[in-house]
């Protein structure tokens, strides 16, 4: 009986989760796209690219977490995470198709990124 309780917690820990992630991947596509309107010279053709890079975005920052440990995040983690977000926001359109900005635009981009996520609650990162 033990088991089949500790089964049920598993499957509700993983579909948690799930939800988790999926939520996150929202709230970074909102944020992604107040920023890419508020932005000059970033673009965003389509509701797509703006998944796929939400995606993208997603999948940069947890790379750099897990080799750095430091968070691509313009506010609270101090210049390095800002220069970071940057980056992250600047080199996503190699991967994303209809998603363009220049380096001008990523620096805007990064401080307009971290004012949305700043006041978007959960715990969003870039």
């Known amino acids: 009986m033990s088991d089949n309780n500790q089964t049920t917690t598993n499957s509700n820990t993983g579909t948690s989760t799930a939800w988790q992630i999926i939520g996150r991947l929202i709230a970074a596509?909102?944020?992604?796209?107040?920023?890419?309107?508020?932005?000059?010279?970033?673009?965003?053709?389509?509701?797509?690219?703006?998944?796929?890079?939400?995606?993208?975005?997603?999948?940069?920052?947890?790379?750099?977490?897990?080799?750095?440990?430091?968070?691509?995040?313009?506010?609270?983690?101090?210049?390095?995470?800002?220069?970071?977000?940057?980056?992250?926001?600047?080199?996503?359109q190699y991967f994303v198709a209809g998603y363009t900005i220049s380096w001008m635009a990523a620096i805007i981009g990064a401080i307009i990124y971290g004012i949305v996520d700043y006041f978007i609650p959960g715990e969003q990162q870039m």
């Open 29 to 92: 596509a909102v944020v992604l796209a107040i920023t890419a309107f508020f932005t000059p010279g970033f673009e965003i053709s389509n509701f797509w690219s703006l998944a796929i890079a939400a995606v993208v975005l997603t999948v940069i920052d947890y790379l750099i977490v897990k080799f750095t440990g430091l968070h691509a995040s313009p506010f609270g983690k101090g210049f390095v995470g800002f220069v970071l977000s940057v980056i992250v926001l600047y080199v996503t």
